[in-house]
């Protein structure tokens, strides 16, 4: 209603939002009821909008093929042919199916290695046959890269080569990314490596003909493709990585260097390298390319997520920039580093930013505030989320505000609720383990810059915060309680937004004066006696007899205390004041249950239960295994639960049955034949006697 579905980017940008707010929750009822709304994404919108299916359905592998049956494209006729029988226009919607496939089963690393090498072969035999079609080649590209994630397979990367020397722009610049998710954290292209002995040395020449490749072709998509790819190889890689990020770092295309810090940040993911630092801020501020300043700046969240207060310290100049791109980076640098931790500091800092006068800028400080407000409850902040959240609200809707903002406000929507107030984005594991796939996803996500069908990558960085206590069954016993040290309303979720409803407005009575009565009375007494006008003073009587004569007091308290009669003062009403119970400084946690990374630092197991810790020293936190102390008695137990493609409320399917037509007659028997035969000639003897 607020104009997206007039305006291409500000539609795209709702489907968006609706698959973060749904991403991995397997809830598509919105899509469904709004059909109508959703027809409205044709091209590249509508590859975007069959492909958030994916990210609303993410690691929900058993129902992928049911889901994505109407969209999928037909199964390739003739492997042998390289074109198959793909046509050359169109295939948004089967391209889009495609990436959705990828996105399922690559957003999750504990899906099924069977289901995924399955979907994978699948993918790549979409892959073989629709070069002719670089909607559907893109599409594919992408989801084998997905499915196929870091498992340096040469095969793979032969294929996804090919679609690249099809000189294909937006096929080329999938497939240059696709390679990268192949070979990610191998260290393909450098002296040391983590490659199988296999086809290591084919895969050594495959990058070097990338680096060629990239030299040598016109198209700009592809460049960046084939960078983003070397970067992703190069993850966790370190000193490693040095001489091929060096070689980046020098080349005179913008986009090779663009590359080249996105590597770096990458290869020193989490280590808080000061070398990696310094040639990040050296970038950020002397680089003549706007692009690659950005891409540094960002790149020093990466390198410093594992003590983020350092990132707003680093930033807080670069805020101050003249140059716009370096002023976007640092909000989104903040945003990432400071994910779902409230921080009020971090917040002021964006607060001028928000309103910018370059219009991605305040779409930057918008998405950064909305990613370190996520799974803050309404209390965070002093209350100040509140009206950030209603800010959000203002923008979409004021026709006054460019559209890069208002797409701004309208993914900040859905980020700062993703996955039903239940995930947030967080790069490394409890244990403190850099995640590689979050990293991956965040890289890939901020590509979204240069082409928006990259918002889905989001999906990859996606954290659940949940605590579940399982037992030796893996199943979850109800009884289970975590005590939280904490007031209920630090941690609790928002509240629901409510659809405002018009009131009526109600008519006010007007309020007769004692004295305004009187002379009613007397005019009316009056006008008696001379003979006219009897019904009026019938009605004046009737008033006298049946209503006692009110006191000025009662009058007045009648009026309402705002009108003084006779000079008297007014008395105060007595307001009776409800006493507000003090909320509790503790309650209990049920299981299963949300708990965020804040506040399981206030969580404590309580040891005098049925149910205790195997680790009773970790934080409550993730999946936790339980002890019974009293295995003999009864359990209240419950299982984890597939999601189901059925809609809620649906009836059970009735029993067996056999059904029979109306009118319809049971065929006769041999045995009931010659029963009617002998009856028969019963009747015909009888009738001849």
Excluded at 58 to 84: F, K, R, V
């Amino acid at each position: 209603r607020g104009g997206g579905g007039r305006n291409s980017i500000l539609h795209n940008a709702a489907v968006m939002t609706h698959a973060y707010l749904n991403a991995g929750t397997t809830n598509d009822s919105f899509l469904r009821d709004y059909l109508d709304w959703m027809k409205k994404a044709s091209n590249w919108a509508k590859f975007s909008a069959t492909a958030s299916l994916g990210v609303v359905h993410a690691g929900h592998i058993t129902e992928a093929m049911n889901l994505l049956q109407p969209y999928l494209p037909t199964e390739p006729s003739d492997e042998a042919d390289g074109g198959g029988n793909v046509s050359a226009g169109g295939g948004f919607a089967e391209g889009g199916s495609l990436f959705a496939l990828g996105i399922i089963h690559g957003s999750h690393a504990g899906s099924s290695a069977e289901k995924r090498k399955e979907t994978s072969e699948l993918l790549r035999r979409h892959l073989r046959a629709s070069h002719a079609n670089e909607v559907i080649s893109h599409g594919a590209a992408l989801g084998v890269g997905l499915t196929a994630f870091g498992s340096a397979d040469l095969q793979v990367v032969n294929e996804l080569k090919e679609v690249l020397y099809t000189d294909s722009a937006v096929a080329g610049e999938a497939a240059g990314m696709a390679i990268g998710m192949v070979l990610v954290g191998s260290g393909a292209g450098n002296s040391s490596n983590s490659l199988p002995e296999a086809g290591k040395e084919e895969l050594m020449e495959t990058m070097a003909e990338l680096r060629n490749y990239a030299r040598e072709t016109q198209h700009e998509k592809i460049i960046r493709g084939i960078a983003m790819g070397m970067a992703l190889v190069n993850f966790g890689q370190e000193e490693n990585a040095d001489a091929t990020i060096e070689e980046m770092r020098s080349d005179r295309d913008p986009v090779l260097r663009y590359g080249a810090q996105y590597a770096l940040s990458l290869a020193y993911c989490g280590t808080g390298s000061n070398k990696a630092i310094r040639i990040l801020l050296h970038t950020a501020v002397s680089d003549v390319s706007d692009d690659v300043r950005m891409a540094a700046v960002i790149g020093l969240a990466f390198v410093l997520y594992k003590t983020p207060r350092r990132v707003p310290q680093l930033v807080k100049l670069l805020l101050e920039s003249f140059n716009p791109h370096v002023r976007y980076a640092s909000c989104m640098a903040v945003g990432i580093a400071m994910a779902a931790t409230g921080d009020s500091e971090s917040v002021t800092l964006l607060e001028p930013m928000l309103d910018d006068m370059t219009d991605y800028v305040r779409q930057g400080a918008l998405m950064g505030t909305s990613m370190i407000y996520m799974q803050q409850s309404d209390t965070s902040n002093g209350r100040k989320i509140r009206s950030f959240r209603e800010r959000l609200s203002s923008i979409v809707s004021d026709k006054h505000q460019s559209t890069l903002t208002k797409m701004g406000a309208i993914l900040s929507k859905g980020i700062i609720d993703a996955g039903g107030r239940n995930c947030t984005i967080a790069l490394g594991s409890r244990n403190g383990f850099t995640k590689m796939s979050s990293a991956v996803g965040l890289a890939l996500w901020l590509q979204h810059w240069h082409w928006y069908p990259m918002m889905h990558m989001l999906s990859l960085a996606l954290t659940p915060s949940y605590t579940i206590g399982l037992n030796k069954d893996f199943k979850f016993p109800r009884g289970f309680e975590i005590q939280c040290n904490s007031k209920p309303s630090v941690f609790a979720y928002p509240k629901k937004l409510e659809e405002k409803k018009e009131e009526k407005k109600k008519r006010v009575e007007t309020v007769t004066l004692s004295t305004t009565a009187k002379s009613k009375a007397r005019l009316a007494r009056k006008k008696a006696k001379e003979g006219s006008a009897m019904d009026i003073d019938e009605k004046a009587e009737e008033t006298k007899t049946d209503k006692p004569e009110k006191t000025e007091l009662t009058e007045k308290k009648e009026a309402g205390d705002t009108m003084e009669v006779d000079g008297e003062e007014p008395e105060p009403e007595k307001q009776v004041k409800k006493k507000r119970e003090p909320e509790p400084t503790s309650f209990r946690i049920k299981n299963p249950s949300r708990i965020t990374m804040a506040q399981s630092d206030v969580c404590d197991f309580d040891l005098n239960q049925r149910y205790r810790p195997i680790r009773p020293d970790e934080k409550p936190f993730g999946v936790v295994i339980l002890t019974d102390s009293t295995p003999g008695e009864e359990e209240d137990l419950g299982a984890v639960k597939a999601p189901s493609m059925e809609p809620e409320g649906e009836c059970a399917p009735p029993e067996p049955f056999e059904w029979t037509p109306p009118g319809w007659t049971e065929p006769a028997t041999k045995d009931s034949a010659e029963e009617k035969t002998a009856e028969a000639e019963m009747t015909d003897t009888k009738d001849e006697a």
